[in-house]
């Protein structure tokens, strides 16, 4: 038991380690992604009011003086650029078009070449910057207050709106009065300059850069941020949630282990049970899973060895009774022997004994045919069968033994087959038996007559022998698949058989997956069916099916 929670717990670990490097990748896929948008979102509200002031300038010579001075301002080459000057791939372009911000790390050089397309224009801004400094945040502030400078200011509000929403970061405008700065950056606003606070925390992802700008003479300060550093996701976490997922996955295994190891408990009780002897011991095989199956394959093989059991003693029982007779005779035809002078007596009592030799030999291959399909042991070997060819083999070899009685096959069933319905899967060998064993009963019953038939019901397969002969009750047609039963005695007798025939025709049909039923046939007679299905079916071992046999 514990060996099984030790696999699966074993399984488990092996399964979180992978899942472990798994979501390391992941974990490092998805900081590279949240960086390029982080540093998207910080570049993005700058680049678009580079772009905007590059779009106001009227003449060349404006707008390369603007370039000059937005190259100072951000302390890097600024260039303006047409389609034919870039060389970039589809998405980027796509990514340009739709508003954003490109940046191609050159991590090697130590260099990013950033893009961004002129609103509504096939012109593009492209810069390569080395690093990001404050001289780029104090650019920017300067950059908001030159936009809304183009613009009366009552408007200011609604332009401040529009500005806002490029930015990925907060933007306001607050009143001088309410600014939290120590007295050397209020004088340093006081004196009109860009001011930038950091407020260095001691956690990491609280620390971040403010930037100040006085908004003209209206008493209000600019104010850009919180800006703040970009965190990635820990490695440490990883672990923390790969320890804990540990032990939440060792307890589910332990919960799901138990109900386990009480069913196998179980089942190895009955076990125990069954070796002592006990053959009504079941073990519960509610569950459709693989004890489940265990379970239900045990309680197959109960049930297959209780009937085993119970059809030893109904055989031993049968044969002892059935053997009697002809060893009688056979007692009774030597002692007589002794006696008899006549050569031509002698002879004529000889071939008597010889007869009821033959007799006892016959009887016995049927008791060892019958024993050995009871004991699950002929290997069933399923092949296309041609069924017209068989009910032809049979017919030609049970023709010469017929005794005047007409054997024939049915040929209108056959005319309506297709060619494909011609072949059925099944053991060629033990079909052969089941025909033989029904065609030479019915032979003991028919009066002139006996039909044999071969047809195809949707996806099963149909083997039919009717007689003329008186028929069988219906009060009886269960009982005559039971070994050596017999309807009437007397009747049996002068007939003969040992009533193993059908016994073993009910097993080879439920060995196919089918059964064998009998009926009032058109002509007044007995009419044995066997249906199987058609299609091949994976060999099922007779365990499996014995909770299904009578």
């Given at each position: 038991?514990n060996?099984?929670?030790?696999?699966?717990?074993?399984?488990?670990?092996?399964?979180?380690?992978?899942?472990?490097?798994?979501?390391?990748?992941?974990?490092q896929?998805?900081?590279?992604?949240r960086?390029?948008?982080?540093?998207?979102?910080?570049?993005?509200?700058t680049?678009?009011?580079?772009?905007?002031?590059?779009?106001?300038?009227q003449?060349?010579?404006?707008?390369?003086?603007?370039?000059?001075?937005?190259?100072r301002?951000?302390?890097?080459?600024i260039?303006?650029?047409?389609?034919?000057?870039?060389?970039?791939?589809?998405?980027?372009?796509?990514?340009?078009?739709?508003?954003?911000?490109?940046?191609?790390?050159?991590?090697?050089?130590?260099?990013?070449d950033?893009?961004?397309?002129?609103?509504?224009?096939?012109?593009?801004?492209?810069?390569?910057?080395?690093?990001?400094?404050?001289?780029?945040?104090?650019?920017?502030?300067?950059?908001?207050?030159?936009?809304?400078?183009?613009?009366?200011?009552?408007?200011?509000?609604?332009?401040?709106?529009?500005?806002q929403?490029h930015?990925?970061?907060?933007?306001?405008?607050?009143p001088?009065?309410?600014?939290?700065?120590?007295?050397e950056?209020?004088?340093?606003?006081?004196?009109?300059?860009?001011?930038?606070?950091?407020?260095?925390?001691?956690?990491?992802t609280?620390?971040?850069?403010?930037?100040?700008?006085?908004?003209?003479?209206?008493?209000?300060?600019?104010v850009?941020?919180?800006m703040?550093?970009?965190?990635?996701?820990?490695?440490?976490?990883?672990?923390?949630?790969?320890?804990?997922?540990l032990?939440?996955?060792?307890?589910a295994?332990?919960?799901l282990?138990?109900?386990?190891?009480?069913?196998?408990?179980?089942?190895?009780?009955?076990?125990e049970?069954?070796?002592?002897?006990n053959l009504?011991v079941?073990?519960?095989?509610?569950?459709?899973?693989?004890?489940?199956?265990?379970?239900?394959?045990?309680?197959?093989?109960?049930?297959?060895?209780?009937?085993?059991?119970?059809?030893?003693?109904?055989?031993?029982?049968?044969?002892?009774?059935?053997?009697?007779?002809p060893?009688?005779?056979?007692?009774?035809?030597l002692?007589?022997l002794?006696?008899?002078?006549?050569?031509d007596?002698?002879?004529?009592?000889?071939?008597?004994?010889?007869?009821?030799?033959?007799?006892?030999?016959?009887?016995?291959?049927?008791?060892?045919?019958?024993?050995?399909?009871?004991?699950?042991s002929?290997?069933?070997?399923?092949?296309?069968?041609?069924?017209?060819?068989?009910?032809?083999?049979?017919?030609?070899?049970?023709?010469?033994?017929?005794?005047?009685?007409?054997?024939?096959?049915?040929?209108?069933?056959?005319?309506?087959?297709?060619?494909?319905?011609e072949?059925?899967?099944?053991?060629?060998?033990y079909?052969?038996?089941?025909?033989?064993n029904?065609?030479?009963?019915a032979?003991?019953?028919?009066?002139?007559?006996?039909?044999?038939?071969?047809?195809?019901?949707?996806e099963?397969?149909?083997?039919?022998?009717?007689?003329?002969?008186?028929?069988?009750?219906?009060?009886?047609?269960?009982?005559?698949?039971?070994?050596?039963?017999?309807?009437?005695?007397?009747?049996?007798?002068?007939?003969?058989?040992?009533?193993?025939?059908?016994?073993?025709?009910?097993?080879?049909?439920?060995?196919?997956?089918?059964?064998?039923?009998v009926?009032?046939?058109v002509m007044?007679g007995?009419?044995?069916?066997?249906?199987?299905?058609?299609?091949?079916r994976?060999?099922?071992?007779?365990?499996?099916?014995?909770?299904?046999m009578?």
């Amino acid at each position: 038991m514990n060996s099984i929670f030790l696999r699966i717990y074993g399984g488990m670990l092996a399964a979180i380690l992978v899942v472990g490097l798994i979501a390391y990748g992941a974990v490092q896929l998805a900081n590279s992604y949240r960086a390029d948008e982080y540093r998207e979102q910080m570049a993005r509200g700058t680049f678009y009011l580079m772009a905007r002031g590059l779009q106001r300038q009227q003449t060349p010579e404006e707008l390369e003086r603007w370039r000059q001075v937005l190259g100072r301002l951000m302390s890097a080459d600024i260039k303006v650029l047409v389609p034919a000057e870039l060389d970039l791939t589809e998405q980027e372009l796509g990514r340009l078009e739709a508003g954003r911000v490109l940046m191609r790390l050159n991590d090697s050089e130590g260099y990013a070449d950033i893009y961004f397309q002129l609103p509504g224009e096939q012109r593009y801004l492209s810069t390569r910057m080395t690093r990001v400094s404050e001289q780029q945040a104090r650019a920017t502030a300067l950059l908001i207050l030159d936009e809304l400078s183009q613009f009366p200011s009552n408007q200011w509000d609604n332009e401040f709106a529009r500005i806002q929403r490029h930015f990925g970061y907060p933007l306001n405008r607050v009143p001088f009065e309410q600014l939290n700065l120590d007295r050397e950056q209020l004088l340093r606003l006081e004196r009109r300059e860009v001011v930038l606070a950091i407020d260095d925390s001691a956690s990491r992802t609280q620390s971040s850069v403010q930037v100040y700008a006085p908004v003209g003479s209206t008493g209000k300060v600019l104010v850009l941020g919180p800006m703040r550093l970009f965190d990635q996701y820990p490695v440490q976490m990883l672990l923390v949630v790969g320890g804990l997922g540990l032990l939440a996955m060792g307890l589910a295994a332990y919960l799901l282990v138990r109900p386990l190891q009480n069913r196998l408990f179980r089942l190895g009780s009955a076990v125990e049970q069954l070796g002592r002897g006990n053959l009504n011991v079941r073990a519960d095989a509610g569950s459709p899973d693989a004890i489940g199956h265990l379970a239900a394959t045990f309680n197959g093989m109960t049930a297959h060895i209780r009937r085993l059991i119970e059809s030893q003693r109904e055989m031993t029982r049968a044969v002892s009774h059935e053997l009697r007779t002809p060893v009688a005779r056979l007692r009774f035809g030597l002692e007589m022997l002794a006696d008899i002078d006549d050569g031509d007596e002698r002879r004529s009592k000889v071939e008597a004994l010889d007869r009821d030799i033959d007799q006892l030999d016959e009887l016995i291959d049927e008791i060892l045919t019958f024993a050995r399909l009871e004991e699950g042991s002929p290997s069933l070997d399923f092949v296309r069968v041609m069924m017209p060819a068989l009910l032809e083999r049979l017919h030609d070899e049970l023709i010469t033994i017929s005794g005047g009685i007409d054997i024939n096959i049915d040929e209108h069933a056959l005319a309506a087959l297709s060619p494909e319905d011609e072949y059925a899967f099944g053991s060629e060998r033990y079909l052969h038996r089941v025909l033989q064993n029904l065609v030479t009963n019915a032979l003991r019953y028919a009066s002139s007559k006996v039909t044999l038939r071969y047809r195809v019901d949707g996806e099963l397969a149909v083997l039919e022998v009717e007689d003329d002969g008186p028929g069988i009750a219906p009060s009886d047609r269960q009982r005559i698949f039971k070994p050596f039963a017999r309807l009437d005695e007397s009747r049996q007798r002068k007939s003969g058989g040992y009533g193993l025939g059908l016994s073993i025709v009910q097993r080879i049909a439920e060995w196919h997956g089918g059964g064998v039923t009998v009926q009032e046939g058109v002509m007044g007679g007995a009419l044995f069916s066997m249906t199987w299905p058609r299609q091949p079916r994976s060999a099922a071992h007779v365990l499996g099916q014995a909770d299904n046999m009578p």
